[in-house]
């Protein structure tokens, strides 16, 4: 089971005017939480992306969440920024889970 989305994320420094650039193939999803419902599993997957600042020495992190119900559908994506402001956004979240490979078990 593998989150796809299209795109560039683009991520900013506030204080130092740094702008960084995330691609599809930076994030590493899992699965970080699993419940059972009517249609079957409903799966939300993370991915975390952190970078460093040169000016500043520090870290900044952003992390998407995307949840899968029925199996194979996005029906909700949020994103949460630490220290940093999000641009650009990934677009076209998609999965290629099928439900005969779900386990039912968490990564």
Do not use: H
């Amino acid at each position: 089971m593998t989150i796809k989305c299209a795109g560039i994320a683009r991520l900013k420094i506030p204080e130092t005017g740094e702008v960084f650039q995330a691609y599809p193939d930076d994030l590493e999803w899992e699965i970080v939480e699993a419940e059972e419902r009517q249609m079957g599993p409903e799966l939300c997957y993370c991915a975390r992306f952190s970078f460093y600042s040169e000016q500043e020495e520090f870290e900044v992190e952003v992390e998407w969440n995307v949840w899968e119900y029925p199996i194979g559908f996005i029906n909700y994506t949020d994103f949460e920024v630490r220290d940093c402001e999000l641009l650009e956004n990934f677009s076209d979240f998609s999965s290629d889970s099928l439900e005969d490979n779900y386990d039912g078990s968490i990564e």
